[in-house]
């Protein structure tokens, strides 16, 4: 039986998010079992010319509900890059996976050949429904939410592979 693209994408984003949600929440018991400022870990970052917690979350967000939307030929939602909290984090997390709960397998199956477009900051990139999930958006929603991990891991926070993986 082959896999289709719904079975690669949407529960794949969905359970990876509820992960990073867990992150998150070790992450903001840390801090306030410790008493640090939740900022200094908001604000984290691995390297100077990284992107901070805040914003790593915010990526993985936007492109989790991106891949969904562009896939599904869907109107993708806007989110404001406002968070400020864990709890705001949380909150964008939650409205992430209610949108792409609302995406069923019959609007993303048969996808793979479709053309979908991405507005960079350079320009306009092209690709099929298939190349754009497995050599664009899963790599890049991977790579931030991996950062996140890694940012609250190199700042103390007491997590771990599964706590990565969801467990098994």
């Not at 917690?53 to 030929?73: E, F, H, M, Y």
């Not at 477009?117 to 991977?142: D, M, R």
């Not at 939410?145 to 990565?164: C, F, M, P, W």
């Amino acid at each position: 039986m082959s896999l289709s693209m719904y079975q690669v994408s949407i529960p794949v984003f969905q359970r990876t998010l509820n992960s990073l949600s867990v992150l998150l929440e070790k992450g903001a018991a840390f801090a306030e079992a410790r008493k640090i400022d939740p900022s200094v870990l908001l604000n984290a970052r691995l390297a100077p010319d990284m992107f901070p917690l805040v914003r790593q979350v915010q990526i993985a967000s936007d492109t989790a509900k991106g891949a969904g939307a562009r896939l599904a030929n869907i109107d993708i939602p806007s989110f404001p890059d406002e968070e400020a909290s864990f709890a705001d984090l949380q909150a964008r997390i939650t409205k992430t996976l209610d949108f792409l709960n609302g995406i069923h397998a019959t609007q993303i199956d048969g996808s793979e050949e479709r053309t979908v477009i991405l507005k960079t900051h350079s320009g306009e990139v092209s690709f099929t429904g298939q190349s754009y999930l497995l050599f664009f958006a899963l790599p890049n929603f991977y790579f931030h939410v991996t950062s996140a991990y890694a940012i609250l891991r190199h700042n103390g926070v007491e997590i771990g592979k599964l706590d990565y993986l969801g467990g098994l």
